[in-house]
């Protein structure tokens, strides 16, 4: 059964990120610290809207990823297609660019800091759909850094705990 909102779920990669937000949460509580506070590190306003611009962000890569990859995902994985088939190309183009821009304005909030990253999260993520993931060494090099880039906001951010969390 290919509903839209299941299939949306399924394009945006949801269990991927959950991993984020327990990524990030886990380090607030236990490098950015002090651990016994965290009660108080999960309420925390801006912990919450760097979390949310984060998840926002890498759903927007992942829609994007998928959609560059229509021809060879209509090969190689045809039943699994979700842009063109349940999704249209043009409302995931409008989605990707609505969670990006919804995900910068959120960084924007937090600190101008964490816009910068998240502005030089989203070019990296659509530069590596359209071009670096063909790209042996540099599409692996790029994935590292996004994926490391997800604690160097928060670094960046919490920066009297960077010697717990280091960049």
Do not use: C
Request: no cysteine.
């Amino acid at each position: 059964m290919n509903l839209p909102i299941i299939s949306f779920f399924r394009l945006i990669r949801w269990k991927n990120l959950l991993i984020i937000v327990f990524t990030q949460y886990l380090a607030k509580v236990f490098l950015v610290g002090p651990a016994f506070y965290w009660k108080n590190h999960l309420l925390d306003r801006n912990q919450f809207l760097i979390t949310l611009s984060t998840v926002l962000i890498a759903a927007a890569g992942y829609i994007i990823n998928d959609y560059f990859d229509v021809k060879i995902d209509l090969i190689n994985k045809p039943n699994e297609v979700i842009i063109g088939r349940v999704i249209k190309r043009r409302w995931a183009i409008i989605i990707h660019q609505t969670l990006n821009v919804l995900g910068v304005l959120i960084g924007f909030i937090v600190a101008i800091k964490v816009f910068f990253i998240n502005i030089i999260a989203v070019t990296s993520l659509w530069f590596y759909a359209e071009r670096f993931k063909r790209m042996a060494f540099v599409g692996n090099v790029v994935v590292a850094a996004l994926t490391g880039a997800s604690l160097v906001v928060m670094a960046v951010y919490y920066p009297g705990s960077d010697l717990l969390i280091n960049i």
